[in-house]
């Protein structure tokens, strides 16, 4: 299967370099481009060769067969220049494995991993890859995403959750259910999006080729004007005019206009790929420079988007590790995210949890449970007042957990008030510098939530986030990015959710975070697999670089044209006795492509800026 894929990606790469070469198929279509200059240089040559060979003079049949090689090593150049991206494409295909176990009437039975179809149990045991993508539906193991997803630590998974194509079993053995099988498969879908960047063109590229067409008339008309000049005004030997007419139409075919900026959008799309970071269109890529706006969703982009236990507050008699486990072992009674976040944090500290020999949930306000013979009232504080304590000495400190976006409860033990719990969302180890970096480099963050006004304040306050907008419903997200476009501000939206798609699609860039659901990633033009805040940065910095290298080949390629014509024209002749001729003047055009290519190919420098792919993300930060 990674054989078949990496063929049809090689064949899609070829067949496309053949399209663009092929100048009888610019001229069926009237279309004047690089393609038809190239054959124009060559045709002028060997015609021109010709009739100095029926004239009995020497001829430069060699400046045909020249400019024919150095134009291929142009394009050699340029797939030289992609290939750290198919390098990337083909480890990624290597990650599926050729064959899987699958489950048929009750039977394991070996398959190429092509042949596992939707809905068929698949099962994988230690240190197998994973061939589709699909639920496990028995057993526990861990997975190792890093390859495919950016996730640096393996992860565990259980009944229910996901496997990705691509990915490594650890130590157990599982079975999962098949849900996306060949091309619909993510890792496919990586490899696709990763291949049509390469090939969709930048606007900077659309102008280059615009102006291939006037460069055909001015490098026909340069040879036509330069011969009738040599020939026919200062009466020139034939050799010489024609010498001097075919050379100014050889190196004026702009072979490196065509590189300058295909060349560096490889090389940019490769090393954003190599950082998890997928860019689907080489507009995008181009795009990414010009924003001065990036609008943040708060929970899953910022924020780790599960809650995590912050806070411990002693106020009786009991200690802080024994009230934590106490609530820790009434709440594993509970399926509410705080429960689950309290029970994970107990865990962490290596707290021994019992079962609750009583639990009773009291809708809206908490729980009532007993732990190791203790009576234990978790919850509001309209829970405490109904239950007869008096929690009043804690009202002050946990009103102030809760304006710093913090969920605070109130914990009380045999009927005394012990102490509060608090949970909140953390925010992610790298957003704060993310912030920080977008603001030095004169891009204004915004952040966006559904969550009330006070939880917003905190949690833009500790990041240092100036503007937001907070108590935000899912469809008017788009409205807040529609706003900041009225002020003239090119917008990002950086979003993980079905209610961040339609300001995704607002946005003048859209980028999702790979955590996120399928709708955000569909919407987008960016996908940020790891999920790190500080991709947006690298995004950014690796779009800014790229349009500068565009500019730069797109400079150098127009220049070196107008400067080298009159050169090959014979200008400089009559004070220097400076003859260019054709086959040398095919050299220079080929070192102006050659340059180019290496110009793109030191694009790959920027990599020292985005820090090492493979280094793990800290753990997150609590607030406060």
Not at 24 to 49: D, K
Not at 278 to 303: F, H, Q, R
Not at 562 to 576: E, S
Not at 587 to 594: E, R, Y
Request: with cysteine.
């Amino acid at each position: 299967m990674a054989g078949v894929n990496r063929w049809r990606a090689w064949s899609a790469c070829l067949s496309e370099i053949h399209s663009d070469a092929c100048a009888s198929s610019s001229l069926r279509r009237r279309v004047l481009n690089m393609s038809v200059l190239v054959a124009t240089g060559v045709l002028a040559a060997y015609l021109g060769s010709l009739v100095l060979m029926l004239l009995g003079q020497a001829t430069f049949f060699e400046a045909a067969a020249m400019l024919v090689t150095f134009v291929l090593f142009g394009h050699w150049m340029e797939m030289r220049s992609r290939r750290g991206t198919s390098d990337a494409m083909r480890a990624l295909f290597d990650l599926v494995p050729p064959q899987a176990t699958v489950l048929r009437d009750g039977q394991e039975v070996s398959i190429p991993s092509a042949e596992v179809q939707v809905d068929d149990i698949v099962i994988l045991k230690p240190g197998d890859k994973v061939p589709v993508d699909g639920a496990v539906t028995l057993g526990e193991t861990s997975i190792d995403d890093a390859l495919v997803t950016g996730e640096s630590l393996p992860v565990t998974k259980r009944p229910g959750d996901p496997v990705v194509a691509g990915s490594i079993n650890g130590s157990g053995s599982v079975r999962f259910q098949a849900t996306k099988v060949g091309a619909d498969t993510a890792l496919a879908q990586i490899v696709d999006l990763v291949q049509r960047a390469q090939s969709s063109k930048a606007p900077g590229q659309r102008l280059a080729d615009q102006a291939a067409q006037y460069l055909v008339i001015l490098a026909v008309g340069a040879g036509l004007l330069t011969f009738l000049i040599w020939f026919f005004v200062i009466g020139a030997p034939i050799t010489l005019a024609l010498t001097f007419a075919i050379s100014a139409v050889v190196i004026a075919c702009p072979d490196a206009l065509g590189l300058a900026t295909p060349t560096a959008v490889a090389v940019g799309t490769g090393v954003a790929a190599r950082h998890n970071i997928l860019i689907k269109d080489a507009a995008t890529l181009e795009g990414v420079a010009a924003i001065t706006a990036i609008v943040l969703d708060k929970t899953g982009t910022l924020t780790a988007g599960k809650p995590t236990l912050t806070d411990v507050v002693v106020s009786g008699s009991v200690d802080e590790g024994e009230l934590l486990r106490l609530v820790a072992s009434a709440e594993q009674g509970s399926e509410h995210p705080l429960a689950e976040a309290i029970v994970n944090g107990a865990r962490a500290r290596g707290l021994e949890l019992t079962e609750a020999a009583q639990f009773d949930s009291i809708a809206g306000h908490g729980i009532r449970a007993t732990v190791g013979g203790r009576e234990l009232l978790i919850g509001n504080t309209k829970l405490m007042r109904d239950q007869g304590v008096d929690a009043t000495a804690l009202e002050e400190r946990a009103a102030a957990l809760a304006t710093a976006g913090k969920t605070p409860m109130f914990i009380a033990v045999d009927g005394q008030a012990a102490g509060l719990i608090a949970v909140a969302d953390t925010v992610k180890p790298t957003a704060a510098e993310a912030i920080l970096r977008l603001q030095a480099r004169g891009i204004e963050p915004v952040m966006i939530t559904g969550d009330n006004r006070r939880t917003a304040e905190a949690i833009a306050t500790q990041l240092g986030i100036a503007r937001f907008f907070a108590e935000v419903l899912p469809a008017d997200k788009a409205n807040h990015v529609k706003a900041l476009q009225a002020e003239g501000k090119k917008v990002a939206m950086v979003g993980d959710g079905v209610n961040d798609a339609p300001a995704l699609a607002q946005a003048d860039i859209g980028i999702a975070i790979g955590a996120g659901t399928d709708v955000a990633i569909e919407t987008a033009n960016i996908v940020l697999m790891k999920s790190d805040p500080l991709d947006i940065l690298r995004a950014l910095l690796i779009s800014k670089a790229t349009v500068r290298k565009m500019k730069q080949n797109l400079f150098w390629a127009a220049i070196y044209n107008l400067l080298a014509i009159p050169v090959a024209a014979g200008v400089l002749y009559p004070a220097f006795g400076l003859e260019l001729r054709p086959e040398w003047a095919a050299l220079l055009m080929s070192a102006s492509s050659i340059i180019v290519a290496v110009n793109a190919l030191l694009l790959r420098g920027v990599e020292r800026e985005l820090g090492d792919p493979t280094q793990p993300t800290p753990a997150p930060a609590p607030m406060g």
